[in-house]
């Protein structure tokens, strides 16, 4: 069936109707278009071309097909797209009658007002698993709460961290791409239906009252745009390479951190792999996938963006291509934040070789020159004292710990037992007091400040999802 055909002589090419088809990909927006069809319905009912009885009987052949929708091959069918599949579906129901659904309507708006219902519910998903995966996180923190890393910078040790700072770090992040999926869904929440076309509905509609019936906190503000407008998917896409940007962040880290060389942790078998040929091997997989699937995330934004520029207003069939990135970076970044989090939760610290490399890797230098600096020398001075400690540590084969009081103030006299202490990275990420540093009662500070927080954006997607559905 079409929804259009009464000015041609003959029908479109059966290449070009299998390359213009969408219903393999837009049945997707089946709910969404039967439940913003239900709307309309009541709409039409309010401008007079739907009597009540009519839109009751349209309405409950609507609900019947929602029920039915979950029955295997239901969506086998050669229909152009979504909405007409719908149409016919309707027709199949109450006959002649679905004939008026469509009095006053556009797909242009119509894909549009669907998409944004879709993209709600997205958006929703992952937040969910921002928040599944922010208290795995934070669980992770609480537990090894005293366990030390060795913070890089360059990908050489640094200074000494508390392992939950370093977990912490990632919760920030995943933090902003929360908030980010929230401007999304803010830029989202608009209704398109009753725009028509382009130049806004021939039907004086109660536009308030159908965003109303859906769950919108606004209706458009220009028909034109309103068709055309694809900021909202771009939003989405944007907000979801970003975190899966900060997830691929992390799975380097672990992929790195959990390899022979570092051996500063072990991810759990549920997400690792072995082997074909070589029987030792167990291989991170679910991260080094995450790490690729950001790539192809990143993907579909840039794709977008290219549909999108220097398109004429206002609906052009370009807009088609909007979906499928958007549905497939919506799967890919809740499933890749889903597996983030089972590789955090199945995680296994060795504590030992991440103390040993601190310690081996002079973390605690920094801490050394600043006690230097404390005691009033100059902290360019300070700088290169330490700097010859470490030297001469490297030319003796001295671990940071083997020198002795003695031999320190041979370096400078102002050294004293503190310099000792200081030598331990464990002591060391004391000196870090700072509001944001490493010290671990600021660590603890910060590690509940973030169930807080945490609990309360749950609280905020509960209670905005009640309002939206
Ligand atoms: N399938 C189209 C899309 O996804 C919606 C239909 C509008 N088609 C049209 N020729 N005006 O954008």
């Not at 989090?341 to 060795?350: P, W």
């Amino acid at each position: 069936m079409k929804l259009w055909g009464g000015r041609f002589e003959t029908g479109p090419a059966e290449l070009f109707e299998r390359y213009s088809g969408s219903l393999d990909f837009d049945r997707k927006l089946f709910e969404a278009d039967v439940v913003g069809s239900k709307a309309f319905a009541n709409a039409l009912c309010g401008v007079g071309i739907l009597t009540a009885a009519e839109r009751d009987k349209i309405n409950a052949a609507f609900d019947g097909m929602l029920a039915e929708a979950g029955a295997p091959g239901y969506f086998d069918a050669d229909d152009e797209d979504i909405h007409t599949f719908v149409i016919r579906k309707l027709g199949e129901e109450v006959g002649e009658l679905a004939e008026k659904i469509h009095t006053g309507r556009s797909r242009n708006e119509q894909v549009a007002t669907d998409f944004r219902l879709w993209m709600k519910a997205a958006i929703r998903r992952v937040q969910a698993q921002l928040e599944a995966l922010m208290n795995s996180l934070l669980r992770l923190a609480e537990r090894e709460s005293d366990a030390l890393l060795p913070g890089y910078t360059h990908l050489r040790r640094a200074q000494a961290v508390l392992f939950g700072h370093y977990l912490l770090a990632y919760f920030e992040m995943f933090v902003r791409d929360w908030h980010r999926m929230q401007q999304a869904y803010n830029r989202t929440d608009v209704l398109p239906l009753g725009s028509g076309a382009l130049a806004g509905s021939g039907f004086a509609f109660d536009r308030g009252a159908m965003a109303a019936d859906l769950g919108f906190a606004a209706i458009s503000a220009n028909s034109l745009d309103a068709v055309s407008d694809r900021d909202f998917a771009l939003d989405f896409l944007y907000a979801a390479s970003v975190a899966m940007l900060h997830a691929s962040r992390l799975a380097e880290d672990w992929i790195l951190y959990s390899s022979e060389e570092f051996g500063f942790l072990e991810i759990g078998d549920e997400v690792t792999t072995g082997s074909s040929l070589m029987p030792q091997k167990r291989n991170p997989d679910a991260l080094e996938l995450l790490r690729g699937k950001a790539g192809r995330v990143c993907g579909s934004l840039q794709a977008l963006m290219m549909t999108l520029k220097g398109l004429p207003l206002a609906y052009n069939r370009d807009l088609q291509e909007d979906k499928e990135g958007v549905f497939d970076s919506a799967a890919q970044v809740t499933d890749s934040l889903a597996i983030l989090a089972l590789c955090v939760d199945s995680a296994e610290l060795k504590r030992p070789a991440m103390e040993q490399a601190a310690e081996e890797g002079w973390v605690s230098a920094t801490a050394l020159a600043e006690i230097l600096a404390r005691k009033g020398i100059a902290f360019h001075r300070a700088h290169q004292i330490v700097g010859g400690i470490v030297l001469a540590s490297v030319q003796q084969g001295k671990r940071p710990t083997e020198w002795t009081m003695d031999e320190l103030r041979g370096f400078a006299p102002e050294l004293d037992e503190s310099a000792l202490a200081a030598l331990v990275p464990s002591n060391a990420l004391e000196n870090h007091q700072v509001p944001g540093g490493t010290a671990t009662d600021r660590v603890r500070e910060a590690s509940a400040a973030a169930r807080a927080r945490l609990a309360g954006l749950a609280r905020m997607s509960a209670s905005e999802g009640a309002r939206t559905t």
